[in-house]
């Protein structure tokens, strides 16, 4: 039986690794401060954009006399993390792009098809067909507010609650079985001082996707109603890196370093934790559900797998109000 080593890191290590082309929302430069890309001169057909190598599509409507945005990805400079309410969708909590960068991407998620919460981008040029290395993630002032205060549309999150970042990859028209799971605010764990809700840009590893022609987004939530997600259904990206071919190792900077082995697990799973943050790790099944939660005493932590069932899990460390998750199989 071969044993495998999973390294928990937004870092990417191989004999070779892809030329990469990244999205950074900087070109055009908007104007003036403390504004966003509107474009409302078709309505409702995409009035998106095109950065690095893909496009990121946009939709607004002004039926009814009134302008508005339908969905899509809007790049902005907004600086507001304060404000709360739909009059501040624009607006990253962070107040800032990755790296301290002036713009960033807004995303609102829906589809007019379905009227669910999920929305398309696609790859275009020598990226099509090429694996995804990722995206920087963060939370709207918008949704960040209304999770942790509630709003007039959505209630205040409580323990037991969650908000989900779902991403999917389509190749030759059809969804490939792969998805990549990112909580945007958590709200699960038995020490309730480790709900948290994103406030930072962080790193969403999209290599285990594949090779794929376009993503699907999607979000979800635990605060429904018959309308459907109340939460607002908006994220924050940055550098969006697509691959084009294979060069040198590339690096991404790491958000955590650990391992865990052997996969597959038969009875026991072990975890070696290098990063000093690190205070929980969790299993869960691969629908989100969470089966274990083990606090974090030192370098090296035991989990008995024994009692799973046969089938892929994802393994999540948590810390500082960070998170990165990887899957294995219990055998």
Known sequence: MRTFTLLFSALVLSTTAMA?????????????????????????????????????????????????????????????????????????????????????????????????????????????????????????????????SGDAFARKFHDGDWFLLTVKGYTAGGLTTDSVNFYLADYRFTDSSMNYIVKNWQWVNLSSLGHVDSLQFQLTSTDNGSFGMNTPAYFCMDNFTTNEGDVAVKNIPSQYMAKAYPNPAVNTLYVDITDDTVQQVSIMDMTGNVLGVYNVTGRHVEINTSALAAGMYTLQLMGSGKSVTTKFVKQ
Request: glycine fraction near 10%; charge should be negative.
């Open 20 to 148: 990469q082309a990244v999205a950074t929302f900087e070109s055009p430069a908007l104007p003036v401060a403390d504004t966003y890309y509107v474009n409302y001169s078709a309505p409702g057909t995409d009035v998106g954009f095109n950065d690095g190598l893909a496009h990121f599509p946009c939709v607004y409507d002004t039926s009814g006399g009134y302008s508005f945005w339908s969905y899509g990805f809007a790049y902005s400079n907004m600086t507001d993390s304060v404000t709360s309410g739909f009059g501040n969708q624009y607006a990253a909590k962070t107040a800032i792009g990755y790296n301290v960068s002036a713009q960033y991407a807004v995303a609102y998620c829906y589809s007019p098809v379905t009227f669910t919460n999920t929305m398309n981008l696609s790859l275009i040029g020598a990226a099509i067909g090429e694996p995804v290395s990722g995206f920087y993630v963060t939370n709207s002032t918008y949704a960040y507010n209304s999770i942790r």
